[in-house]
């Protein structure tokens, strides 16, 4: 038994599973049967039996670099001997600005001021606020709406959640923002099913944010969208589609936000989706594999343009009234500096690129097994789209998902569509098993 296997085993199984309220979960389901891992190392992940499970998402679209690195392990250690908290505002801490300016060096050309945040969707509603004080900055003050994207996550802040367009993420919680519209999404499988890559069809959709500068005017301050969709169930782009939206952007006036939480750090094979799919944005979001999971962290990288405008056109004072506790910590500073160095060291953009033909085989292998409506993959993510049992939405997806859980290999689920991220140091041997695995889970829930 490997040392880590060993430490799995002895983790205590917790003896009371009321407590914790989980989030995203069906917790009366879960706590009746849990699935519990206790230890992590490389591409694996280990029950409390000594199971081994293949991790088939990294964590949750966030350990990219892999469990158990060290490296980043070390630095977190290192710094939390030295200082293990120091505020940011109106005092500093040296390793903060050393992180934002490692980070700036890898951000998209021009996108070199970073404001430190805490998580994804922190890093939604930062960008959002600092879109809307920059059109008030430039004397835009009429500019006050939000433009996002059916399907679309954002997170769960109210401004995350106001302009995303997952429906059961928001019709819990009553009346969102006010002044935010939607584009339409780009999933459209009559045209683009079974598509490798970015599809041909759709680029036209863009458009519609014309029909929303007719009937709106001049009040649009930003649209916010991810380059490609994760957590809807993997929505690829299509070809020109997002630089058809940079250019009416820039022809109105509006500020483009990137949510690269998921896409970014190496994910599509290169730091950042925006250079892969070859557009800048005005504004990018991220957060899970800046720092490998390891500490919660984000960030929002701006145009030195929109960081002027606000903060040189203030009056004395301070300039954005907006921060958390904990942006910039020290912990999360240190391991997202590791982080880079390994995505560096490892190549892992490289190694994307390497594995993502034979990542796309893999995937496009089950097309033709029982009820594999669509299949999409862009770098190394893939999504399978299954259909629903006739009055049971999700239901054969959450029992792929259990089978694949207890044939050892963890991945996805967002409704009937089975989501992949693997880190990104995984092999052709783990391709082979990721989708055998899934094959024979998706055989078995056939009827």
Request: glycine fraction near 10%; include cysteine.
């Amino acid at each position: 038994m490997n040392e880590i296997r060993k430490l799995a085993t002895e983790t205590p199984r917790p003896n009371n599973f009321d407590a914790f309220w989980m989030g995203f979960t069906n917790n009366r389901a879960y706590k009746a049967g849990p699935r519990l891992v206790a230890a992590a190392e490389g591409v694996h992940y280990y029950t409390p039996e000594g199971r081994e499970v293949l991790d088939g998402t990294a964590g949750l679209w966030c350990v990219n670099a892999g469990h158990g690195r060290p490296e980043i392990a070390n630095a977190i250690k290192r710094q939390a001997d030295k200082m293990d908290f120091a505020p940011t505002f109106v005092v500093g801490h040296p390793i903060a600005f050393e992180a934002a300016a490692r980070l700036a060096e890898i951000t998209p050309s021009g996108l070199d001021r970073i404001f430190w945040t805490n998580s994804g969707s922190e890093s939604a509603d930062t960008a959002l606020k600092i879109a809307l004080a920059y059109q008030k900055a430039i004397g835009q003050s009429q500019r006050v709406r939000l433009v996002g994207r059916e399907r679309a996550y954002h997170g769960v802040g109210f401004g995350g959640m106001s302009v995303g367009g997952i429906g059961p993420n928001r019709k819990q919680f009553g009346a969102m923002l006010p002044y935010v519209d939607h584009l339409p999404h780009t999933h459209a499988p009559e045209h683009n099913g079974f598509c490798r890559g970015q599809p041909a069809w759709g680029a036209h959709l863009a458009d519609q944010l014309e029909s929303l500068v007719a009937l709106h005017g001049d009040t649009i301050a930003a649209v916010m969208v991810e380059p490609m969709a994760g957590s809807t169930g993997v929505l690829v782009p299509p070809q020109g589609y997002l630089q058809r939206l940079r250019e009416l952007c820039t022809k109105h006036g509006i500020l483009l936000i990137f949510d690269e939480v998921i896409t970014g750090f190496s994910r599509l094979g290169s730091p950042f989706a925006a250079e892969r799919l070859g557009v800048a944005p005005d504004l990018l979001t991220m957060a899970k594999g800046l720092t490998n999971a390891a500490v919660p962290m984000g960030a929002v990288a701006c145009r030195d343009s929109v960081y002027r405008a606000i903060v040189e056109g203030a009056p004395a004072g301070i300039e954005l009234f907006h921060g958390y506790t904990y942006s910039g910590h020290p912990l999360a500073c240190a391991a997202a500096l590791a982080s880079m160095d390994v995505h560096r060291a490892d190549d892992l953009p490289g190694r994307v690129r390497a594995l993502e033909d034979y990542w796309a085989d893999g995937a496009h292998s089950l097309k033709g097994l029982p009820n594999v409506a669509d299949i999409r993959n862009l770098g190394l993510v893939a999504g399978i789209e299954l259909t629903p049992r006739p009055g049971k939405p999700s239901d054969r997806g959450m029992k792929v998902f259990n089978r694949c859980f207890d044939d050892g290999l963890l991945t996805r689920v967002t409704g009937d569509i089975i989501a992949l991220s693997p880190p990104l140091i995984v092999e052709k041997s783990h391709v082979d098993r990721i989708f055998g695995t899934l094959a024979e889970a998706i055989r078995a829930e056939a009827a």
